[in-house]
């Protein structure tokens, strides 16, 4: 077994990576930090199918976040990017997400989840003006809300969860 299959977990964290095109190797990471990076897709990320942990937090993500399949994922950072659109969140395929950080970005409505095992989901500092799709969102675990600085108003709606 090569080395890059063995690798579980790889911290490449506070560099100057932009692209990652080899990462793509590394099919038994299951821990991936590239935080504080310079990273402006994450194309090559989409292959490691097990992932547990991944975090982009302060990255240059930017626009519309792809759709991101990875079934054993429990812990997503894609925060302090300039994302704008992170709706494809609503078909992908993260059933085991327990956190969630979308924080610091440039979105304006969150995405509308099915994430049945979702805990702490941290939304705070992007243009949000509405809960309609938190409402909407099939999360009944969430037990932490951190929705501060939008531009929410109105009146607060009704956050009791459907049955999954």
């Known amino acids: 077994m ?7 977990s790889l911290n490449l964290s506070e560099n100057h990576l932009v692209i990652v095109k080899e990462l793509k190797e590394f099919t038994g990471v299951q821990d991936l930090n590239l ?3 310079m990273i402006e897709s994450i194309r090559e990320v989409m292959y490691l199918s ?19 399949d990875f079934p054993s994922l ?18 992908s395929a993260l059933h085991l997400l327990a956190v969630l950080f979308i924080s610091h970005n440039k979105l ?6 099915v994430c049945p095992h979702l805990e702490i989901y941290f939304f705070s500092h992007n243009l949000i003006d509405n809960l309609e799709n938190f409402v909407l969102s099939r999360t ?17 709606p009704d956050l009791s969860f459907p049955s999954l």
Do not use: C
């Open 50 to 68: 097990n992932l547990q942990y991944l975090d982009l937090h302060h990255n240059r993500l930017a626009g519309k976040l792809p759709k991101m």
């Open 140 to 156: 009944k675990q969430v037990r932490k809300i951190y929705g501060f600085n939008n531009l929410i108003w109105g009146e607060l």
């Open 2 to 8: 090569e080395r890059k299959q063995i690798v579980r």
């Open 35 to 37: 935080r504080d990076n």
């Open 108 to 113: 304006t409505e969150l995405p509308v989840l």
């Open 74 to 91: 429990k812990t997503l950072d894609i925060s302090q990017n300039e994302l704008t659109d992170a709706s494809s969140l609503s078909d």
